[in-house]
């Protein structure tokens, strides 16, 4: 049923004789500088040990006491936590220059972003299968649900390295334990958005593809894992989670 979204266009380059396939799908969803983040939230971010994680992670407007479970250990600047569950570093707006305005740019470019995603019109699919989409195969465009979303058996998201999606959901986002988000084609988890304005649950041992941008919580449950970003407008719950970008 999806097979008509998969026409591809070619370009001919001149000088090497080369085709090179167009992206299909809608215009990219910039992050500005919330993209530097792997995990960002306004009012915190908890993990209950060992959770691995592979990139910064930073709290504003709210303290870096709101990072916790990370067991921190400040830097001499004072600029940036440590913590042996992140490969990087970790910050909170309570932490010296430029890290507080630094963090003050990031959540007004992750606003921004929320509004772009989820402002996004002439969806391609309205409500797709009620939202139970466990079990599909999501070519490139621009998905939007009226209510929840749940993924309660696998979903593979097919399309090209440059293809892009956009997901809008009006109300939650779960996926169910143990169901996976699979990535077919060379489609790839930066040109997948997700946008929700309910909960955000990924359950015990599943495992989620794409950029989340979360209005509201999103948790990762025990063992759960992202390939991806956790980019919310309250808080990121970590249960001995993977993310990674």
Request: proline letters at 4%; a positive charge; zero cysteines.
């Amino acid at each position: 049923m999806f097979s008509s979204l998969f026409t591809v266009s070619f370009l001919i380059l001149p000088s090497a004789g080369l085709a090179s396939v167009l992206a299909i799908g809608p215009a990219p969803v910039k992050l500005r500088t919330a993209g530097n983040y792997v995990i960002l939230a306004k009012s915190g971010v908890s993990t209950v040990p060992p959770s691995v994680i592979t990139g910064q992670v930073a709290v504003s407007p709210i303290a870096a006491t709101a990072l916790t479970g990370f067991a921190l250990t400040l830097d001499s600047s004072g600029q940036f936590s440590t913590s042996n569950q992140v490969t990087g570093k970790l910050f909170g707006a309570s932490y010296v220059a430029p890290t507080p305005a630094t963090l003050t740019t990031a959540i007004g470019d992750l606003g921004t972003a929320v509004t772009d995603a989820m402002g996004r019109a002439n969806p391609d699919f309205t409500d797709l299968a009620a939202g139970s989409i466990g079990g599909l195969v999501l070519a490139p465009g621009l998905y939007k649900w009226s209510s929840g979303v749940n993924i309660a058996t696998d979903i593979t998201i097919a399309g090209s390295a440059t293809d892009t999606w956009i997901f809008q959901i009006s109300g939650t986002l779960t996926v169910a334990t143990a169901k996976k988000i699979v990535l077919s084609r060379g489609a790839r988890a930066k040109n997948i958005v997700w946008v929700v304005t309910g909960a955000v649950t990924a359950g015990v041992g599943s495992h989620f593809e794409g950029v989340i941008l979360g209005e509201t919580s999103i948790v990762l449950q025990t063992g759960a894992t992202i390939h991806g970003r956790l980019l919310a407008q309250t808080a990121v719950t970590l249960q001995k989670a993977t993310v990674k970008t």
